[in-house]
């Protein structure tokens, strides 16, 4: 069975800091990798992915996210947090490309303080 | 721009009601998805379809159906809904398969009173 854990379900940073929000995966072949992102009232958009190829993934609006084999870690980063980044995040995997369906994370909501 | 419609933002129905959640896309995706989200349990899904008539079951079937008659129509069916079926529920599709990631309707929030 596949599963991802998403760590803290709150994360509060404050504008300008570092955004890291962490995800864990539990495979036993190579995975595929995705982080989506809702705001309010909105379903899910998104933010990059993981296929196999470079273990840095760079997304939309400057989020990035780098697999871990050894960690089994995708963990999603920013350098700089902007109050338009609050929302929800979710991780999501695939276990191999025959997989149609993506098992999700429990989800961390980020809070930008002023 | 691609889409992945639900008919309904927001939805009220009285136990025991049959009800019906619709999805249309209009990207000519091969794969359609039901998922419910709740606080705290992230989005779990429900049931998939890769095929006309073809479907799969999530990881919670029970309580649902669905019915896919046309490639760009997914239906989720409830069939005598349940107080703990309040939740929201967000279609998506996909190509082929995960690899190319998902898009994803706006959802629908269903109250069951």
């Known amino acids: 069975a596949q599963s991802v854990t998403q760590l803290g379900s709150h994360v509060s940073v404050s504008e300008g800091a570092l955004v890291l929000l962490r995800c864990n995966y539990s495979?036993?072949?190579?995975?595929?990798l995705f982080w989506y992102v809702q705001y309010p009232n909105q379903g899910l958009q998104l933010l990059l992915k993981?296929?196999?190829?470079?273990?840095l993934v760079k997304g939309i609006n400057d989020f990035e996210a780098e697999f871990k084999k050894s960690e089994t870690s995708f963990h999603l980063t920013k350098p700089s947090a902007h109050m338009s980044d609050a929302a929800e995040y979710f991780c999501?995997?695939?276990?191999?490309?025959?997989?149609?369906?993506?098992?999700f994370g429990s989800g961390t909501r980020l809070q930008v303080q002023p | 721009d691609v889409k992945v419609t639900q008919s309904s933002r927001y939805l009220v129905k009285r136990t025991g009601e049959k009800v019906f959640l619709e999805c249309v896309q209009d990207?000519?995706?091969?794969?359609m998805f039901w998922y419910r989200q709740d606080p705290g349990l992230g989005l779990r899904l429900i049931y998939f379809?890769?095929?006309?008539?073809?479907?799969e079951k999530g990881d919670i079937p029970e309580g649902y159906s669905v019915s896919r008659e046309k490639k760009e129509r997914f239906s989720l069916i409830l069939e005598s809904a349940s107080t703990n079926q309040t939740s929201m529920y967000l279609c998506?599709?996909?190509?082929?398969?995960?690899?190319?990631?998902?898009?994803f309707g706006s959802g629908t929030r269903l109250t069951v009173v």
């Open positions: 998506a599709s996909s190509f082929e398969t995960a690899i190319w990631g998902y898009t």
């Open positions: 495979s036993s072949v190579p995975p595929y």
């Open positions: 993981y296929t196999s190829a470079a273990t």
């Open positions: 999501a995997v695939s276990l191999d490309t025959g997989r149609r369906a993506l098992t």
């Open positions: 990207m000519d995706h091969e794969n």
């Open positions: 379809s890769y095929d006309v008539k073809m479907k």
